[in-house]
């Protein structure tokens, strides 16, 4: 069984995301679909097809929410010992060495990604370069526009 990363901070989410699925959303479903078999003809009932399709969707989120939860590998980022490589978890400083603009990043699981908050995915192409580097060292990242080398600043784990 492939085990899936995840930080406390995702884990909490996705927990967060299943319980709301379950308890309510799930709930307002099923209402929703008996309150379009109320209205008759369910072959040309748009209401009825449209609840279906939503609790078919939810129903899918759900068992994937637990199969991620029951495959999840939980990393507490201020608990590593990495010696300061680049690990999933870490936070890492970096200066793009062209521009000089400075970026901070953690690399978290692919569910809890959003670069808005400084959070990139294990699997992306910046966090695959930095993984297994230390402060100092530089990445080249294959991006849209060319080639770009960032210097890594710092590595934390908060």
Do not use: C
């Amino acid at each position: 069984m492939v085990t899936i990363p995840l930080t406390r901070r995702g884990a909490e989410k996705l927990k967060t995301e299943l319980h709301q699925l379950k308890s309510v959303e799930r709930h307002a479903v099923i209402q929703a679909i008996s309150e379009a078999r109320a209205q008759g003809d369910l072959s040309e009932n748009a209401e009825y097809e449209a609840a279906k399709d939503k609790q078919g969707f939810i129903e899918g989120r759900i068992k994937e929410l637990e199969s991620k939860l029951a495959a999840a590998q939980v990393i507490e980022p201020s608990t590593l010992d990495a010696e300061g490589k680049v690990v999933f978890g870490s936070t890492v400083d970096l200066e793009d060495e062209d521009s000089g603009n400075k970026v901070t990043y953690q690399i978290v699981g692919d569910d809890e990604a959003d670069l808005k908050l400084g959070l990139i995915s294990i699997s992306s192409p910046i966090a695959r370069a930095l993984i297994g580097k230390e402060g100092g060292d530089v990445a080249e990242v294959q991006a849209p526009g060319g080639v770009r080398r960032w210097e890594i600043v710092d590595v934390r784990y908060v």
